[in-house]
């Protein structure tokens, strides 16, 4: 006779459907269907649960946001959070120790091993597993606490099998950014923006027709954020994915998969751990010392990328700097004087001369990112605007030069620089229609005039920065109250950002004007005078408002002048009232107060007492006394 078990393994899909739906049929029932990959095979088993409208109910796990979305189109899914520091703790010891309290010369490490799980169920079951069935001493603790990601991937198949199951279900354009993210160090806060620039250079990125490369490396993100395989770790000033971060597991995995394909090797042990003859193309270096002798460990490597996140100065290699196959060179502190041809993604600290050598630029024809911080008033040479690829150029201070005229090249031959998108930070722009028709899709601009510049609107023509029609951030820095009466912004603004320029409330206007204004910094006595009152229709999309060290007292808004405003950021400004009828605004979240006088901590407080005792505990009141 046959057991019931082996009459349900003979049905089809379509008996088993059936069997279930009649068995279920007026019952009232509890399915849960656990780690759901796919819309389809929600669309297949959903026919097979009767609804009796009786208090029945179906549960989903997944690690695809899309899929639980559609299995209940109706409420938004709930998210599972990380376990806090008691929880994590509590279930480590129960899974440990049963019923027995943890021994006191072992909650120590027990509770560095605990913070290391980072709030993970799964690595804190996995690690009580192991340490429930060993010696219980100190020194074995410790050496379990040292590895922990490798411990937990290598005593755990159905560890290994859930984080290889993540990976295998990616789509093939997802797999290589997603294990790039573990060239960086652990506990990484990885920049949005910097990742996005190196999936760029990279060729990470499929094209996509009518999208930027950068536009289509945010989509790749959202995708890995959605499938819960990347962390948020910082927001921007309106919400979006500012900074990332990944799970050590999953790190741990990406560096394993990575370095078995071949497709990055992490340096964890010095350059000289690397044999002679290995096949390293992307080599991430994590040192905390200073490296030694790498001329002869790297001259037969025939790298594509390095990245040093060591802290140490270092000079670098010139066999390395000389290969003509290094595309990507990201260091913390390096000296150069040498550029590979083809580098295509170039970031550092330190100091160039005040000059930038023509010649190099000449050679980096495949340029797409400059990025050097620390370096102060670099004069770069005509041959910038002769390179067609790049996309991103930062600097601490730069000065940028007119690029040659129509009749030097010829009108047919002007060259225009289609995909340059950030240019930051130039002292002294010169905004003229010759320089802004050579970046027409400018999105990112910083510039700054100080005592040299010429103050007049013939020498700045910052009424020509309306031209700039993809333009969406500007940072602006000045000492003359004259620049705003020459400047007209263009309406695709959505953030601004002024330090200095002394300018009077009445100028703001102009400002409050702008269509699209979402975010609006003032620091440093941008604006000055004792009353600000704004016009009703002005900031009608601003969401974030920032006011730093500006010397105002008499405040007149409410509700009606800033009618999306979400946060509100006061720092270190002495005697401002914040007016209680910005306490109105619906759409306010928080108000964040940094290093103020008594009157504007209890103007703050009050408006919080004001919202609570009327019901709107939504709004949260930050005060951080300095």
């Known amino acids: 006779m046959k057991k019931p078990i082996d009459e349900v393994r003979e049905k089809s899909f379509e008996q088993l459907a059936e069997y279930l739906y009649k068995t279920l049929k007026l019952k009232r029932y509890l399915i849960v269907l656990d780690d759901m990959w796919d819309t389809k095979v929600w669309d297949k088993v959903k026919r097979s649960f009767p609804n009796d409208k009786n208090g029945s109910r179906i549960m989903v796990t997944t690690r695809l946001e899309n899929v639980g979305g559609y299995a209940n189109s109706c409420s938004t899914p709930h998210h599972m959070r990380f376990l806090n520091e008691s929880e994590s703790w509590n279930l480590f010891c129960e899974n440990v120790f049963g019923k027995d309290g943890c021994p006191t010369e072992l909650k120590q490490i027990g509770k560095t091993i605990v913070q290391n799980c980072q709030g993970l169920p799964l690595a804190i079951v996995v690690i009580a597993g192991l340490l429930s069935k060993a010696t219980k001493t100190q020194h074995y603790w410790t050496c379990i606490g040292e590895n922990l990601s490798s411990v937990i991937a290598s005593n755990d198949e ?118 002679e003859g290995t096949k390293v193309r992307r080599l991430s270096i994590h040192l905390h010392r200073k490296l030694n002798d790498i001329d002869n460990c790297l001259q037969n490597m025939r790298l594509r990328s390095v990245l040093n996140f060591n802290e140490e100065h270092y000079h670098q290699s010139e066999k390395l700097i000389n290969s003509r196959l290094l595309s990507v060179f990201d260091t913390n502190n390096t000296s150069v004087n040498e550029f590979p041809v083809n580098l295509r993604y170039f970031a550092c600290k330190f100091h160039f001369a005040r000059s930038f050598p023509a010649s190099l630029l000449h050679l980096l024809r495949n340029l797409q990112t400059l990025m050097c911080s620390d370096v102060v008033d670099v004069n770069l040479p005509p041959e910038i605007w002769e390179m067609r690829q790049l996309r991103h150029v930062k600097f601490w201070e730069m000065v940028l030069p007119d690029p040659p005229s129509a009749e030097t090249e010829g009108k047919n031959s002007i060259i225009v620089l289609d995909n340059l998108q950030t240019l930051c930070n130039v002292v002294n722009f010169r905004c003229t229609e010759e320089v802004l028709q050579r970046i027409p899709n400018l999105k990112k601009l910083g510039i700054s005039f100080d005592s040299r510049a010429v103050l007049d609107a013939g020498y700045c023509c910052l009424n020509n920065l309306a031209r700039l029609l993809k333009l969406g951030s500007l940072g602006l820095f000045w000492q003359s109250p004259s620049f705003l009466k020459n400047i007209t912004f263009p309406i695709s603004l959505k953030k601004l950002s002024f330090l200095s320029g002394h300018l009077t409330w009445e100028d703001m206007t102009i400002i409050g004007s702008l269509p699209n204004l979402q975010v609006l910094k003032l620091q440093w006595s941008s604006f000055v005078g004792l009353e600000w009152e704004p016009k009703e229709g002005e900031f009608i999309q601003l969401k974030y408002l920032q006011l730093r060290k500006i010397d105002l007292e008499n405040w007149i808004a409410n509700s009606i002048h800033f009618p999306s405003l979400e946060r509100l950021v006061i720092e270190y400004c002495k005697s401002l009232e914040i007016p209680s009828g910005i306490g109105e605004i619906p759409t306010l979240e928080s108000i964040e107060v940094y290093g103020c006088s008594d009157s504007v901590v209890n103007s703050a407080k009050q408006i919080e007492e004001e919202q609570h005792s009327s019901g709107n505990d939504y709004l949260q009141v930050r005060i951080v006394n300095f």
């Open 158 to 275: 159905n560890c290994s099998k859930i984080l290889t199951l993540s990976y295998k279900h990616l789509p093939h354009h997802l797999k290589g950014c997603f294990l790039y993210i573990g060239i960086f160090p652990k506990d990484s806060n990885i920049r949005v923006s910097k990742l996005v620039k190196l999936w760029v250079a990279e060729r990470l990125l499929k094209p996509v027709r009518s999208k930027s490369l950068e536009d289509v490396a945010r989509e790749y993100l959202l995708e890995l954020f959605d499938r819960n395989l990347i962390l948020v770790r910082v927001k921007n000033s309106i919400g979006k994915i500012k900074g990332c971060g990944i799970h050590d597991l999953l790190r741990d995995f990406c560096v394993r998969e990575a370095q078995r394909e071949k497709f990055f090797h992490v340096n964890n042990m010095g350059l000289c751990g690397i044999s």
